[in-house]
């Protein structure tokens, strides 16, 4: 089941960043992007986005930030081949069909009107198509790993979402526009990512404003790192947050709610770029495992298991 979980968010990430599936490149991606994850892991390269300066002692600590550099240079490289071929492949005259050909239209666009680019440069588009799988794939695999074992050991919740999609989809697959009637399928991948939380720590922020939190004076320029998970499993914001419960997420109508108090992409001018990526995944992948769940046997005696990846709650060890 990971297995096939990888496979197709893999392909839905190259086929929207890029317009292809089953590019030769995409095998090579993903296994750099396993070693990226693994790297990133070590607690040299975790120190160094609060000591900079522990670059220098990289050489006496066995080089664990240059070989996450490697790996981070690799993702990269194949973004640029992967852009150079797009460009070679782009066709002003057809529709575009990925994001890299919206970013070209608009950056030959704004050439031909000797306009200034912007941020609509080469570097910024491999650096945007980098982004988009570099922080997409992982998240977004383990997210869906996270609930399909939340689903297997809640079968209530199981048959509500089956039932709510045999009634507004039936056999046909699902498409986004049914996104508005899965009222019950909407709240389960809500309380899933508010439980998984797999960016448990996100990445350093600079206060640019005074503020004050809590009778304390933040003054400008001081480092900051949101911790959404306090919010996710407050007990003043939810009732038994430890426990999964879907139907906080509707109303006495039993209409889906979303909460902004649930913030896996991050907030503000820096939220996930891959955002909407993301979201088109989960429900596009998840009523197709909903539709397979009832098959297979309840395994409440197995332990959810994570496994941390510096800031990255990880799936481990489990039998799916």
Not at 6 to 28: E, K, S
Not at 62 to 74: C, R, T
Not at 159 to 184: F, N, P, T, Y
Not at 302 to 317: G, N, V, Y
Request: proline share 5%.
């Amino acid at each position: 089941m990971t297995m096939g979980i990888m496979v197709g968010v893999a392909n839905i990430i190259w086929q929207q960043t890029f317009g292809r599936y089953d590019d030769p490149l995409l095998a090579r991606v993903k296994d750099l992007e396993k070693k990226f994850v693994e790297r990133m892991a070590h607690p040299a390269v975790v120190l160094l986005e609060f000591v900079p300066s522990i670059r220098h002692l990289d050489g006496v600590m066995g080089n664990h930030i240059q070989k996450f550099l490697d790996v981070n240079n690799g993702l990269l490289a194949n973004s640029k081949t992967s852009v150079t071929y797009s460009s070679t492949q782009y066709n002003e005259d057809e529709e575009s069909e990925s994001f890299a050909d919206s970013f070209m239209r608009e950056m030959r666009r704004r050439d031909a009107k000797g306009e200034e680019p912007g941020t609509f440069t080469h570097t910024q588009l491999v650096g945007a198509c980098y982004d988009l799988w570099s922080a997409g794939f992982e998240t977004t695999v383990t997210t869906l790993r996270f609930m399909f074992h939340y689903m297997i050991n809640h079968p209530d919740a199981q048959r509500k979402v089956q039932k709510e999609i045999d009634e507004h989809v039936g056999k046909r697959s699902v498409q986004m526009e049914d996104q508005k009637s899965l009222h019950c399928c909407n709240a389960v991948i809500q309380e899933v990512q508010r439980l998984a939380n797999i960016v448990t720590m996100n990445l350093t922020r600079m206060v640019n404003t005074p503020m004050k939190i809590d009778g304390y004076d933040i003054p400008v320029g001081t480092r900051v790192i949101p911790e959404f998970n306090i919010v996710h499993m407050d007990e003043k914001e939810y009732e038994r947050p430890d426990f999964f419960f879907a139907e906080r997420h509707v109303n006495e109508v039993g209409e889906f709610m979303r909460d902004p108090r649930i913030t896996p992409f991050s907030l503000g001018k820096r939220s996930c770029l891959g955002e909407g990526l993301a979201r088109m995944e989960f429900f596009s992948i998840s009523p197709h495992l909903f539709n397979i769940l009832p098959s297979l046997p309840s395994l409440k005696s197995l332990p959810l298991s994570t496994h941390r990846f510096a800031s990255l709650d990880l799936q481990h060890r489990m039998r799916c």
